[in-house]
């Protein structure tokens, strides 16, 4: 059941049949019914008729005429019989049309009583026999007698079957049109997922740049997402590419100088001490640009994180690492901060400001979030606050390049804020550096914004 | 003391075997997860370095285990990506502190005398019990201001004392504990080594600093503090 069409189209036909063979055999039910009940009238009509034209003699003889007005009930052989019977079950009367055929006796009634069922004969199927019973009087003396009307099936059965082949043949050619038109309206009600299927296989190929057609509002969604996705994708695979050339770009001078050093002149700092500062460098560099190409940057897909318990995660692992400092770890964050991000670069990004500040702080870290709206756009703002002693305003923008500036080699110093400032970077946002108000030390501000 | 090191990459294992040994600690070492498992929970381990990417059973799963075993020692992270997301799971896992590879194995080193100080109640990087003065970053002794030279074995037993000072040592704890190069593990030489680190500490005969528990070992007598 992997196609929508084949899965519609045994739905579709699976209703059908149910619907027109219930259909269908509601209407052969009625049909018949009333069929049935136009024989019995008319059988009705001819026993009103006969017991008119019927004559009782002073015996208490029931006789009728030659001349019946059912030119039917003359011709032998015609289909319709009429017969009567006496109170004693005798046959008094039968018409002219029952000479030579053997049929069924319909048993004696009671007067007033009808009755209509259907008699089995040898020589003209399944009979349909109504009768009843009628009482005369005859000199305070009361006579009874039973008219029965039979009437052979064969019209009856073949209006049925008429009108049988007339309603299937309707039904079925009603079933091929409407298969016919299902299939056109599925066609054309999916020709949208086909175009979406044509326009991704051009993203694919690379002839097409994103989804661009107009598709219907059931489908935008799923458009919007994929192309924020190929989007993202694609912006992946530039930072991939760039991380990857800086990479190679930034392990040069290392290389240089470590290449240089193999001539050795006596000259320069010793080998062991050059090969120590160079390697240390070098796994900087790897570290800081792995750590670019992981970063998820901004993207529609993501899920709100609720800040305040990442932090609180983040100063409970610094609390332990930090024990032995007696730092005093606060945070100052509404319970109901959340921010559309990807959850490891929020961590990373507050892991590494806050660590810079547990490293700089002299007893005292605060850390603070809160949400600005412009428009539309959520802003995160994250505040990061020490006591320690601060950064001078002119060394304030070489302190987020410390660790990875191709011509910075000081040995020691981490590439955390190199990396917060990049991840800030990816959110389109920025981090500012100032002194803090409450604290007295630094106080890091990254504002991230959401799409 | 007694170190637990579990790290699959076998270099970097033996070259800190080799290195911690050389630090006069005991060694355990094991290459994955359930062995490092074992072995922390049957050992008398002091402090463990714990890698968090091992085969068998992840680090953290290790540590998870500890922790739920009861064991208390001070564990240290091993972890090659340098992620917050790891660091922080294997904080809350139950682990003290980290350190991100590539490393100094200074730094290592320096990072567990804090662990196993921190452990042991100190928050200080010197030990002061009295006149005695331990300086656990450059290793020295001075008692009464005065420096004492001691050999490496000496300072380990020292250290391992005054760490659980107020508290019976065996001498089958300090064999089991101190890692002891040049000497067979022999309870005579440590009596030997007893009897040498008193003469050093306390050349008058006036300060007692390690008792003689009579049957059970030792104890490090003197208070805390100056």
Redesign the interface.
Known sequence: MQSLNLRLTLAASLVLAIFLGLAGWALDRAFKDSAETAVREHLQAAIYGLMAAADMNRQGNLSLPEGLPEERFQRPGSGLYASVIGADGVSVWQSPSQLGQQLPTAPHLPPGEWSFIRLPSESAGDLFVLSFGSAWELDKQNLQFTFSVSEDPAAYAAQVSRFRRGLWGWFAALAVGLLVAQGLVLRWGLSPLRRVERDLAAVESGNQEALTGTYPRELRGLTDNLNALVKTERARLIRYRDALADLAHSLKTPLAVLRGAGRHDGTGQPLEQLVKEQ?ERM?QIV?YQ??RA?TSGRTTLMAPVAIAPLLQ??L??LE??Y??R?LKLSLDVDSDVQFRAD??DL??L???LLDNACKWAKQQVKASAHITMVGADQTLVLSIEDDGPGIAPDQRVAVLARGVRIDSSVPGQGIGLAVARDITAAYGGKIDIGSSPTLGGAQFQASLCSV | MRVLLIEDEDNLRTQLRDRLKVEGHVVDTAADGEEGLYAGTEYPIDIAVIDLGLPKLSGIEVIRRLRAAEKRFPILILTARGRWQDKVEGLEAGADDYLVKPFEVEELLARLRALLRRAAGWTQATLQCGPILLDTSAQTLQVDGQVVDLTSYEYRVLEYLILHSGEVVSKTDLTEHLYEQDYDRDSNVIEVFIGRLRRKLDPDNTLNPIETVRGRGYRFALERGS
């Open positions: 390697t796994g570290d792995l750590q992981a995660r983040i409970n692992s332990k690492v024990a032995e007696q959850e490891a961590m990373e507050s892991g590494n």
